[in-house]
């Protein structure tokens, strides 16, 4: 059984920090490239960021370059987004997507929100 199950999610300050987590099982982890998408409130998913295979290559939206930076151990079958400055506009809830040859996955989504 496939799955994508996103963790670390919360209220934050703007400013602050989170660490996002998305555990992976059913699927060969290391084959697939991993995006983290987000949605705000009355907007349409956006991709944020992407890794590679091997996790050499990343790229970034602008709204999240020099702030957020994606990680993953294909060891453990995880990926990560690491958010700093964040701002109240960071506030959406937070997908991990797995894709490969047309095969995607998506997890449930965890919710982030930025306020003071």
């Known amino acids: 059984q496939v799955q994508l199950v996103e963790s670390g999610g919360g209220l934050v300050q703007p400013g602050g920090s989170l660490r996002l987590s998305c555990a992976a099982s059913?699927?060969?982890?290391?084959?697939?490239?991993l995006r983290w998408y987000r949605q705000a409130p009355g907007k349409e998913r956006e991709l944020i960021a992407f890794i590679g295979q091997s996790g050499s290559t990343t790229i970034y939206a602008d709204s999240v370059k020099g702030r957020f930076a994606i990680s993953r151990d294909n060891a453990k079958n995880m990926v990560y987004l690491q958010m700093n400055s964040l701002k109240p506009e960071d506030t959406a809830v937070y997908y991990c997507?797995?894709?490969?040859?047309?095969?995607?996955?998506w997890g449930e989504g965890t919710l982030v929100t930025v306020s003071s």
């Open positions: 059913g699927f060969n982890f290391g084959n697939y490239q």
């Open positions: 997507n797995a894709l490969q040859l047309g095969r995607t996955y």
